[in-house]
């Protein structure tokens, strides 16, 4: 459940944090006191895409932090498989913050994450219903997810879909070497040429280097023998002057000098290394002397020959020789296809056939799953809907079979008639706006059993529905708390009726002070619920008979 929640910089509000208990706590207040912006705040940190105008006014940043406990044993699961886990106290911190510029940082556990992850992980956590969600009952392509949430059927979804797309697959390839047979003598042909082509330069993938490499040197032909000449004859070369001879003369005289001067032992050794590095210098440099000037020129016209050859390939293949290889290698491939079409097209042929086969096996099983889950949330939603007195609407979930499609061969359709002796017909052409939000309710009140999220949160979903009527929804909500696997509810409502049956109250109030607006939300104790249910009740004129009656409708919660 959610155990706590802080915002900052939401809109009016400025810094607000908030305590919640298990049970039932609704949010009451006047049009306009920001209860839509606790909403908000809340799918901010659930992972929603929000807009930087949420944040309010002259301010940097808009931040939303929530703690969650009270975990059941199917949340826990959950979260070990998303590799979350609470810490010591058994609590798992969520926060999203946003700044001016966009950014948008969410945190598990003080970690940061990817967006992706806080709403896999606020989707086990807490689930909100709105008014919204009544539209989705205008949307026929939601009420197969609205099946499939209540059964759970994930498994099944998977193998179908892991069977659908690999028997896509096999057909999109199937078609795309389906090609007419001039269309593939052609194609052939000309993967022919480039390929001969290609193999014709026999390209090598350091040779552009090493050859760049020659060119410098033989460009620097003469300077290189000139210079390396030089350095030899001053090295070893020149008579009584070169190092070698004068380095070894100093070896020699400090050497006779060791007898009465030991300590120069240390000295002589290293004139004598010296003397040897100078002779390998020697040795290394003398090789670069024998170079033959004379066939310069031919050498370098055969070198800009090749780099040019190379330079045209790889401008017509790929740009660079990696690259270029590697397409001749996709281009032996598609040949080799082209040239086995038949064989190739036989084999995807019977690749499909197995796949098709497989597909359907997994649809038919998935379908039947529906079948047998259609029937019982039927069922189930038609007993909610007796609880808010529409006992005599009838209520079918039909499933029926389309064409192959991602999500399986079913359409899904609620079907609804409202009077007596009537068909039943899809209910986004019958029912009226108060049936469908009732509709809607007994819709959510049933999937909230089924929702594995330890929150639920009803943002005004009782619009349109009043008296005897909203008793009941207050009741059906209040339930939820008490269930086998009780759930924490939040309410956000403008009826007397549910906010009297809530454990927690909760009001939002909007103030002015020094020129800006705030919003506030205080806890009720029981003097002040009675004078906010007054209010909801009688607006602006409350009468000592409506606060009367509003204390007996508290009081017959107790």
Do not use: W
């Not at 908000?40 to 929530?66: F, K």
């Not at 913050?97 to 086990?124: C, F, H, Q, Y």
């Not at 050859?309 to 281009?331: A, F, H, P, W």
């Amino acid at each position: 459940m959610l155990s706590s929640l802080h915002i900052e910089n939401i809109a009016l509000i400025k810094t607000l944090s908030l305590e919640h208990d298990s049970g039932f706590c609704v949010f009451t207040g006047e049009t306009g006191a920001g209860k839509s912006i606790i909403i908000d705040a809340i799918n901010m940190l659930c992972g929603a895409r929000s807009d930087r105008e949420l944040i309010r006014t002259g301010e940097q940043y808009a931040l939303v932090e929530g703690a969650f406990g009270g975990f059941s044993d199917d949340t826990l699961k959950t979260m070990t498989e998303l590799e979350l886990e609470p810490d010591e106290d058994g609590i798992i911190f969520l926060s999203r913050k946003l700044s001016l510029d966009g950014r948008a940082i969410s945190k598990i556990n003080g970690r940061t994450v990817p967006a992706s992850r806080l709403r896999g992980a606020a989707e086990r956590l807490i689930c909100i219903h709105g008014q919204q969600d009544t539209r989705m009952l205008s949307d026929a392509d939601s009420f197969i997810k609205l099946l499939d949430r209540f059964i759970d059927n994930r498994e099944a979804t998977d193998e179908y879909y892991k069977a659908y797309k690999q028997y896509t697959d096999i057909k999109h390839e199937l078609n795309s070497v389906k090609v007419d047979e001039d269309e593939k003598v052609r194609r052939a042909d000309y993967l022919s040429y480039r390929i001969s082509e290609i193999e014709n330069a026999r390209l090598k993938v350091e040779e552009e280097e090493k050859l760049n490499e020659q060119k410098t040197r033989l460009l620097n032909a003469k300077k290189i023998v000139t210079g390396c000449s030089s350095a030899y004859n001053a090295l070893y070369g020149a008579e009584n002057k070169s190092a070698s001879i004068l380095v070894d003369t100093a070896y020699r005289e400090v050497s006779s000098l060791l007898t009465v001067l030991p300590e120069l032992n240390e000295l002589a050794q290293k004139l004598k290394s010296i003397k040897y590095e100078i002779e390998d210098i020697s040795e290394t440099v003398v090789k670069y002397i024998d170079e033959d000037t004379g066939t310069i020129g031919a050498r370098l016209d055969k070198i800009e020959e090749r780099l040019y050859v190379i330079q045209d390939i790889k401008r017509k293949y790929g740009g660079s020789i990696e690259v270029t290889l590697e397409n001749c290698e996709k281009m032996k491939t598609e040949l080799q296809q082209i040239e086995n079409a038949d064989e190739y097209l036989a084999k995807l042929k019977s690749q499909l056939t197995e796949a098709e086969k497989i597909m359907i096996e997994k649809a038919v099983v998935l379908t039947a799953i529906r079948k047998e889950g259609a029937v019982s949330l039927a069922a189930r939603i038609k007993y909610e809907l007796e609880f808010l007195d529409m006992g005599k609407l009838q209520f079918v979930v039909e499933v029926s079979e389309k064409q192959p499609a991602p999500d399986g061969f079913d359409t899904v359709r609620f079907l609804v008639s409202t009077n007596i002796g009537e068909p039943p017909k899809p209910i986004e052409k019958i029912a009226s706006g108060g049936e469908l939000s009732r509709i809607m309710l007994s819709i959510m009140s049933v999937l909230s059993q089924s929702d594995s999220a330890g929150t639920i949160i009803f943002d005004e979903i009782d619009t349109g529905i009043s008296g005897k009527t909203s008793r009941k929804i207050g009741i059906k909500l209040k339930g939820l708390t008490m269930s086998a696997t009780p759930l924490q509810i939040i309410c956000v409502t403008h009826s007397a009726q549910i906010a009297a049956l809530a454990d927690c109250h909760l009001r939002i109030t909007k103030e002015e002070k020094d020129g800006r607006t705030y919003t506030y939300v205080n806890e009720l104790d029981k003097e002040a619920r009675i004078e906010e249910l007054s209010r909801i009740i009688g607006g602006l004129n409350v009468s000592e008979r409506i606060r009367a009656a509003a204390e007996e409708l508290l009081e017959q919660t107790d």
